[in-house]
């Protein structure tokens, strides 16, 4: 009797523990009970997303906390959540779908870098207090090649290229992109691909030529982009697709290449203006890999402003030599002289360090390196002159913000295009960070007390090791005019649980509103674009 007494009370003591730890599960840091509620709807669907990762081609020891941000996820994967668990309180206002593109798989060949990886589509959809989740790999003829499954999809996936860097809208069609012309559709509703590669509709609808990632749609739903042409005559090539077609059409000529390079420079993005594209023609000179890249100091950068109804180039100017990726924005307007000029805005950095230690291998072995050379660089303003007479005179930046920004953004759907006034970005701290781990805000026309950058808010999520990504801002209203009268949404890696949260903040405070975790850690993507009404949008 008294050893099943004993036993009673061992029973009702381990009741009783239990039940204070689930009293408390709400209290607790970093999402646990949401987290072991979603491995248990993973188990319900036989499928561990926890086991398959450890035991995921590619993976590799997390020595520092973001590292877990580049372990590959297996073929297949996919971990639909109908209704995620929230902290926090979303407000009432928010209806919208996120849609996030970056990299998922590498290896240590042709996909080592952080930019080459196999791409994947999230999707957040965000409606009544309420937020669901999924995710799917892009289809391609890229992952057939590396993954050598048989794969369940909507059809045949044709010739089809990797496309894991940004998204866009053309028609009612929402695409993958990357470094090339071919674009890959994936469903509103899932993210599933639908179909692969995307047919435009165009005389050269076959052909796929190196170009930037990024595209720009104008305020009309006008997309505008550029390709480089090889060969005999290298250089770039503008075309636009007008609102509710999937017609590329040529703007104007080739603009050549400079002479001394013999090809077209690396680009990764340019900007717009109401009349004019704006290329930055940086003197990063690829011709093979990464790892060959040449940066031709000696050179410098040249702008080219090209008018958007002829292509014609209106103005050609040149700065000291600099590398970016992502320009932030530009517009024109009529400075204190009465003269005419563009306005760009563009993150820069000294040299072409970055592309380097942006090798998996050199982010998991020498984080150091990529956060010095980041923090090298950082947001400047040029003024172009469309001034013919000043076409020869050099043209310098002026830095913005004392710290370093990378994946800026801006209220894009009502400001690209327009002087603008806030920036969003990611940032890091040099000598204290591994990776990036704060968001940004920066105020373009409020100097801070010292007067050398203009005024900013962090949310800092180093102490934590939360790694955050992109911020991409959704207004109170859809028609606002507002740049801070909303939300900022971000997709944060938490680096000690080893799991991705979905992050929402006040974008005039920057004070956390909500979170919403996931039960994976999804690796460091790139970039996002949210829409309205998604279930509106073909197919």
């Given at each position: 009797?008294?050893?099943?007494?004993?036993?009673?009370?061992?029973?009702?003591?381990?009741?009783?523990?239990?039940?204070?730890?689930?009293?408390?599960?709400?209290?607790?840091?970093?999402?646990?009970?949401?987290?072991?509620?979603?491995?248990?709807?993973?188990?319900?669907?036989?499928?561990?997303?926890?086991?398959?990762?450890?035991?995921?081609?590619?993976?590799?020891?997390?020595?520092?906390p973001y590292a877990v941000g580049?372990?590959?996820?297996?073929?297949?994967?996919?971990?639909?959540?109908?209704?995620?668990?929230?902290?926090?309180?979303?407000?009432?206002?928010?209806?919208?779908?996120?849609?996030?593109?970056?990299?998922?798989?590498?290896?240590?060949?042709?996909?080592?870098?952080?930019?080459?990886?196999?791409?994947?589509?999230?999707?957040?959809?965000?409606?009544?207090?309420?937020?669901?989740?999924?995710?799917?790999?892009?289809?391609?003829?890229?992952?057939?090649?590396?993954?050598?499954?048989?794969?369940?999809?909507?059809?045949?996936?044709?010739?089809?290229?990797?496309?894991?860097?940004?998204?866009?809208?053309?028609?009612?069609?929402?695409?993958?992109?990357?470094?090339?012309?071919?674009?890959?559709?994936?469903?509103?509703?899932?993210?599933?691909?639908?179909?692969?590669?995307?047919?435009?509709?165009?005389?050269?609808?076959?052909?796929?030529?190196?170009?930037?990632?990024?595209?720009?749609?104008?305020?009309?739903?006008?997309?505008?982009?550029f390709y480089y042409t090889e060969?005999?005559?290298?250089?770039?090539?503008?075309?636009?697709?007008?609102?509710?077609?999937?017609?590329?059409?040529?703007?104007?000529?080739?603009?050549?290449?400079?002479?001394?390079?013999?090809?077209?420079?690396?680009?990764?993005?340019?900007?717009?203006?109401?009349?004019?594209?704006?290329?930055?023609?940086?003197?990063?000179?690829?011709?093979?890999?990464?790892?060959?890249?040449?940066?031709?100091?000696?050179?410098?950068?040249?702008?080219?402003?090209?008018?958007?109804?002829?292509?014609?180039?209106?103005?050609?100017?040149?700065?000291?030599?600099?590398?970016?990726?992502?320009?932030?924005?530009?517009?024109?307007?009529?400075?204190?002289?009465?003269?005419?000029?563009?306005?760009?805005?563009?993150?820069?950095?000294?040299?072409?360090?970055?592309?380097?230690?942006?090798?998996?291998?050199?982010?998991?072995?020498?984080?150091?390196?990529?956060?010095?050379?980041?923090?090298?660089?950082?947001?400047?303003?040029?003024?172009?002159?469309?001034?013919?007479?000043?076409?020869?005179?050099?043209?310098?930046?002026?830095?913005?913000?004392?710290?370093?920004?990378?994946?800026?953004?801006?209220?894009?759907?009502?400001?690209?295009?327009?002087?603008?006034r806030y920036v969003y970005g990611?940032?890091?701290?040099?000598?204290?960070?591994?990776?990036?781990?704060?968001?940004?805000?920066?105020?373009?026309?409020?100097?801070?007390?010292?007067?050398?950058?203009?005024?900013?808010?962090?949310?800092?999520?180093?102490?934590?090791?939360?790694?955050?990504?992109?911020?991409?801002?959704?207004?109170?209203?859809?028609?606002?005019?507002?740049?801070?009268?909303?939300?900022?949404?971000?997709?944060?890696?938490?680096?000690?649980?080893?799991?991705?949260?979905?992050?929402?903040?006040?974008?005039?405070?920057?004070?956390?509103?909500?979170?919403?975790?996931?039960?994976?850690?999804?690796?460091?993507?790139?970039?996002?674009?949210?829409?309205?009404?998604?279930?509106?949008?073909?197919?």
């Amino acid at each position: 009797m008294a050893a099943i007494g004993r036993c009673c009370w061992a029973a009702l003591s381990l009741i009783v523990m239990l039940a204070l730890i689930l009293s408390t599960a709400d209290a607790k840091p970093r999402h646990a009970n949401d987290l072991m509620g979603q491995r248990l709807r993973a188990d319900a669907l036989h499928y561990d997303a926890r086991t398959a990762l450890k035991t995921s081609t590619g993976s590799r020891p997390a020595e520092h906390p973001y590292a877990v941000g580049f372990k590959n996820l297996p073929a297949n994967f996919t971990a639909p959540i109908s209704t995620m668990s929230v902290h926090g309180e979303i407000p009432a206002w928010l209806s919208t779908s996120l849609y996030r593109n970056g990299p998922v798989w590498w290896n240590d060949d042709e996909l080592s870098h952080w930019f080459f990886g196999l791409g994947m589509v999230h999707v957040f959809h965000i409606s009544e207090n309420k937020i669901s989740y999924n995710n799917h790999y892009l289809m391609t003829s890229t992952y057939e090649h590396y993954m050598n499954k048989n794969i369940t999809r909507k059809q045949p996936v044709a010739r089809s290229v990797n496309s894991a860097v940004t998204i866009r809208k053309v028609q009612k069609h929402l695409l993958a992109n990357g470094g090339s012309t071919a674009s890959n559709e994936f469903s509103p509703v899932d993210v599933s691909t639908v179909q692969a590669p995307f047919q435009f509709d165009d005389p050269f609808a076959d052909d796929i030529a190196r170009s930037p990632s990024h595209a720009h749609t104008d305020l009309d739903g006008t997309v505008v982009h550029f390709y480089y042409t090889e060969g005999a005559q290298p250089g770039y090539q503008f075309y636009h697709i007008a609102p509710n077609t999937r017609t590329r059409k040529l703007l104007g000529k080739v603009i050549p290449a400079r002479a001394e390079a013999h090809s077209p420079m690396y680009m990764h993005s340019f900007a717009l203006t109401k009349h004019y594209a704006v290329m930055s023609e940086v003197p990063a000179l690829i011709t093979g890999g990464f790892n060959e890249a040449k940066f031709l100091q000696e050179l410098g950068t040249r702008w080219h402003v090209i008018d958007r109804v002829t292509g014609a180039v209106r103005a050609t100017l040149q700065s000291p030599a600099f590398m970016m990726y992502h320009h932030i924005n530009a517009y024109e307007e009529v400075n204190e002289h009465g003269e005419a000029e563009i306005v760009v805005d563009v993150v820069t950095y000294p040299n072409m360090d970055t592309l380097a230690a942006m090798y998996i291998k050199n982010i998991l072995e020498q984080p150091e390196n990529l956060v010095k050379f980041v923090c090298e660089g950082g947001p400047h303003r040029y003024r172009l002159s469309l001034d013919p007479a000043k076409n020869t005179t050099e043209v310098h930046g002026v830095r913005l913000w004392d710290g370093p920004m990378e994946f800026p953004t801006i209220y894009y759907e009502k400001y690209n295009t327009r002087k603008h006034r806030y920036v969003y970005g990611v940032s890091t701290t040099a000598g204290k960070s591994d990776f990036f781990d704060s968001l940004v805000k920066l105020d373009l026309e409020s100097p801070s007390e010292h007067g050398k950058s203009v005024s900013s808010l962090v949310w800092d999520g180093r102490e934590k090791a939360y790694y955050p990504g992109e911020p991409i801002y959704v207004p109170r209203h859809a028609d606002s005019m507002a740049e801070d009268d909303g939300v900022i949404l971000s997709l944060v890696l938490d680096g000690v649980e080893k799991h991705s949260f979905l992050l929402v903040l006040d974008a005039k405070t920057f004070k956390e509103l909500a979170t919403a975790p996931l039960m994976y850690a999804v690796p460091f993507g790139f970039h996002g674009r949210h829409y309205y009404n998604a279930t509106a949008l073909a197919p």
